[in-house]
């Protein structure tokens, strides 16, 4: 009986580490192996992978943004069992597996491991608030009701609705998240812009033996910022967005041909007879008319301090004002020179004006 007992537990340890080789030896293979042998073997990833190889990520591992079963100890390993666990009981016909919004920042987290300035950028910015900050704010509550619709810019990824979100759904508070760990959640995060497996070329050096294409790199890649619908779950890349039609008064305003400005304004729109400066649009006119977001703003970060000087200098050949004194701000309440909307006459009156023509 002895001898059987010793033999067994002989025989275990000889077979355990042997699994466990084995086990290690499989997984550290499939993080490795051509994503066509593991994660696109399954139909509903098929798509995302598709999409991944024509893009500028396509040398970059699955796993470098996705991460693996193992890399957040317990909390990875359970997320993915059940994930696998849904397929085979509720989901093997499923077309296409989407993401959930703890994935998403999971994987915005790792954005960061390469996109270090972008980020820093992003987190510095208005983007970068959470849904405390937005659904919280008890001065904008006040004045308007939270309703279905703030979810369209403010928690794109949110599974939930805003009555699911935030009580009361009233103008009179106190406002709570109703779930303590949505508070500090960020509610724009990078895939709310950026789709990360639109078609596009890696960065690559330009070719500086050939003046020609200095500017080859950036002119060849193909741009990843896409608006994503909430309702639609999916992005919209900006070629498919129309250029809205703006109005002051009776007159039809020239919108920047700049195609981000689509995407801004899907956000920062105006009310829905389509004034300039109504609701949130932020729209130039006045002298600035036509000229894009990013003249001013700059990308992620948004920043726009010291943006006069890129056009203005110390003081105005024409009008002999130093531009960059005067209060730009669309966001204060004194400011007679709201960068979006100043006009000539409201530094000059109409003889001067009439002078100088």
């Not at 098929?46 to 957040?72: M, N, V, Y």
């Not at 992003?122 to 509550?141: M, R």
């Not at 078609?199 to 294409?213: F, K, M, T, V």
């Not at 009776?250 to 981000?260: E, G, I, K, Y």
Request: charged letters at 20%.
């Amino acid at each position: 009986m002895k001898k059987s007992f010793t033999k067994i537990i002989i025989l275990t340890m000889i077979i355990i580490p042997i699994l466990l080789l084995i086990l290690g030896g499989s997984y550290t293979w499939w993080n490795a192996a051509n994503p066509e042998k593991t994660c696109a073997s399954c139909h509903e990833i098929s798509p995302a992978h598709k999409t991944w190889t024509s893009s500028a990520h396509r040398d970059i591992s699955c796993f470098k943004c996705h991460g693996t079963a193992l890399e957040s100890g317990w909390h990875s390993f359970s997320e993915k069992t059940k994930m696998v666990f849904t397929h085979v009981k509720s989901a093997p016909y499923a077309d296409e597996i989407r993401m959930t919004e703890d994935q998403i920042l999971a994987t915005m987290d790792r954005c960061k491991m390469c996109h270090e300035n972008e980020f820093a950028n992003w987190l510095a910015s208005g983007h970068s608030a959470s849904y405390s900050d937005i659904f919280l704010d008890s001065v904008h509550n006040t004045t308007e009701q939270l309703n279905y619709d703030c979810l369209r810019c403010h928690g794109m990824f949110y599974e939930g609705t805003t009555d699911d979100l935030v009580d009361p759904i009233s103008i009179q508070g106190p406002w709570k998240i109703k779930d303590k760990t949505q508070e500090h959640l960020a509610t724009i995060p990078c895939l709310t812009c950026h789709q990360i497996h639109s078609p596009g070329l890696p960065a690559i050096s330009p070719d500086y033996a050939n003046p020609d294409l200095i500017f080859y790199g950036r002119a060849m890649q193909n741009n990843s910022i896409g608006l994503y619908v909430r309702h639609e779950k999916t992005h919209f890349d900006l070629t498919n967005l129309p250029r809205p039609v703006i109005l002051q008064g009776n007159d039809t305003l020239q919108t920047p041909a700049d195609p981000v400005y689509r995407l801004c304004v899907q956000c920062h729109a105006p009310s829905v007879w389509h004034q300039a400066g109504s609701s949130d649009d932020q729209t130039p006119a006045g002298v600035h008319e036509g000229i894009s977001c990013r003249a001013c703003h700059e990308p992620h970060s948004n920043y726009q301090r010291n943006s006069c000087d890129k056009c203005h200098s110390d003081k105005s050949k024409n009008c002999k004002l130093d531009v960059r004194t005067m209060n730009t701000t669309y966001i204060s309440p004194a400011s007679k020179n709201d960068i979006h909307r100043v006009a000539c006459v409201d530094c000059h009156d109409k003889e001067f004006l009439k002078n100088k023509s």
